[in-house]
T-cell receptor, first 116, second 113 residues
Framework: SAVISQKPSRDICQRGTSLTIQCQVD?????MFWYRQQPGQSLTLIAT?????????ESGFVIDKFPISRPNLTFSTLTVSNMSPEDSSIYLC?????????????FGPGTRLTVL | GENVEQHPSTLSVQEGDSAVIKCTYS??????FPWYKQELGKRPQLIID?????GEKKDQRIAVTLNKTAKHFSLHITETQPEDSAVYFC????????????FGTGTRLKVLA
């Protein structure tokens, strides 16, 4: 299984600013995803981070608000732009495992974001 | 749209008893069904998964069953222990050949010592 780390683990930001979250995988993975998890809620997929091309966004999420980069097969960033208190949430990245079970996702520890 | 319903939302059991969590999915093309356990403040961790060509899978105290006709799948935990207390999420792959998931709403399991 892939081992995934995220930075920062948490942050407190002022409204109107932006925060970039980094996701690092210890091995090459085909797919990387970004999720949002509100306190006490389930996981909502924001987008699929595609290596070498633009991310694929889910309904309700747009590139201007959540720009994503994926420069290689082990790293991705998610930026939360022009933040408002409604963006306060946990942001999780995931990657599929290497080997045959490439549809299994493994998660990073999450980034807890608080917007004041 | 596609969705995954999960029940119950909370479940309390006595230590040593069994716990069952049920999910129903809507996309008949879904073919992969993982279960995740999330402890407070931690990442979701895969505990077991099942593919659509299998009806049941077991790993020690944990088992998952799948009824493709009814589009139901269930998580069974036997001989529950306090460390099983967590939130459990089911998920279904979004169609076949896609790596995206639709997650259920979660079940908060509390095992009472």
């Amino acid at each position: 299984s892939a081992v995934i780390s995220q930075k920062p683990s948490r942050d407190i930001c002022q409204r109107g600013t932006s925060l970039t979250i980094q996701c690092q995988v210890d091995s090459q993975v085909t797919m990387m995803f970004w999720y949002r998890q509100q306190p006490g809620q389930s996981l909502t997929l924001i987008a699929t981070a595609n290596q070498g091309s633009e991310a694929t966004y889910e309904s309700g999420f747009v590139i201007d608000k959540f720009p994503i980069s994926r420069p290689n097969l082990t790293f991705s960033t998610l930026t939360v732009s022009n933040m408002s208190p409604e963006d306060s949430s946990i942001y999780l990245c995931s990657g599929d495992g290497t080997g045959s079970s490439t549809d299994t996702q493994y998660f990073g520890p999450g980034t807890r974001l608080t917007v004041l | 749209g596609e969705n995954v319903e999960q029940h119950p939302s909370t479940l309390s059991v006595q230590e040593g008893d069994s716990a069952v969590i049920k999910c129903t999915y809507s996309d008949s093309a879904s073919n992969y069904f993982p279960w995740y356990k999330q402890e407070l403040g931690k990442r979701p961790q895969l505990i077991i998964d099942i593919r659509s060509n299998v009806g049941e899978k077991k790993d020690q105290r944990i088992a998952v069953t799948l009824n493709k006709t009814a589009k139901h799948f269930s998580l069974h935990i036997t001989e529950t222990q306090p460390e099983d207390s967590a939130v459990y999420f089911c998920a279904a792959s979004r169609g076949s050949g896609t790596y995206k998931y639709i997650f259920g709403t979660g079940t908060r399991l509390k095992v009472l010592a």
